[in-house]
């Protein structure tokens, strides 16, 4: 059975720093997702990460695969007050099943 | 139409009440799913439904009965819930073709509170 870890569960971090989110699966997965999710709202989409090495990057989120360490990261570079939410990583394999992470739930401090 | 939307969007009701929650896209997807989330909590899969028909229920309870009446919707018929089936119930729908890589399109979701 197909688990997700993501590390850390809480992220409090001050506007302009950098850090990383860590998302480690245990079996074999052929794609990986990051999606945001904002207090008491619906699930976005963020990155779609598909084979070894990928690496995506929108403003200032940018998430990378490594498919034999079975491990994802989803790095924040100066982050800004408006990127805190609830960060979710999910792998899946196959067609149909996703597994998610616990979350990571992010509060950028000013 | 690239969104997946959701009726309704808060819903309360009584552990006697009958109703049921509806989920619509219209991007051709075949494939549709619906979640549970519990506050702080990342979402569980409840079923699937994969060219219409029921392909995963994970051991959901059977006072939740899905239904795919086509394509485009799905439903969750809701009937003598608990307290603590108060949830965020999202809906869910990829293309759902072989190959694809089956990026999951999430609807708005319904609060629910049961009391």
């Known amino acids: 059975e197909l688990k997700v870890e993501q590390n850390p569960l809480f992220l409090s971090m001050q506007e302009g720093k950098n850090y990383t989110i860590y998302c480690n699966y245990s079996t074999t997965s052929d794609r990986l997702y990051w999606y945001r999710q904002d207090p008491g709202k619906s699930l976005e989409s963020l990155f779609v990460l598909l084979s070894n090495g990928a690496v995506k990057q929108e403003g200032r989120l940018m998430a990378s695969l490594d498919t034999k360490a079975r491990l994802s990261t989803l790095h924040i570079t100066a982050a800004v007050h408006d990127l805190s939410a609830t960060y979710f990583c999910?792998?899946?394999?196959?067609?149909?099943?996703?597994?998610f992470g616990t979350g990571t739930r992010l509060t950028i401090i000013p | 139409d690239t969104e997946v939307t959701q009726t309704p969007k808060h819903l309360v009701m009584g552990m006697t009440n009958k109703k049921s929650l509806k989920c619509e896209q219209h991007m051709g997807h075949r494939a549709m799913y619906w979640y549970k989330q519990k506050a702080k909590k990342p979402p569980e899969l409840m079923f699937v439904y994969s060219y219409e028909k029921l392909s995963i229920n994970e051991s959901v309870p059977s006072r939740f009965s899905p239904e795919c009446p086509n394509s485009s919707l799905l439903n969750l018929h809701l009937h003598a819930l608990q307290p603590e089936d108060s949830a965020l119930y999202l809906c869910?729908?990829?293309?759902?073709?072989?190959?694809?890589?089956?990026?999951?399109?999430f609807g708005p979701g319904t609060r629910l509170t049961v009391l």
């Open positions: 869910a729908s990829s293309q759902g073709l072989a190959g694809g890589h089956n990026e999951q399109f």
């Open positions: 999910a792998a899946g394999f196959g067609n149909e099943k996703l597994t």
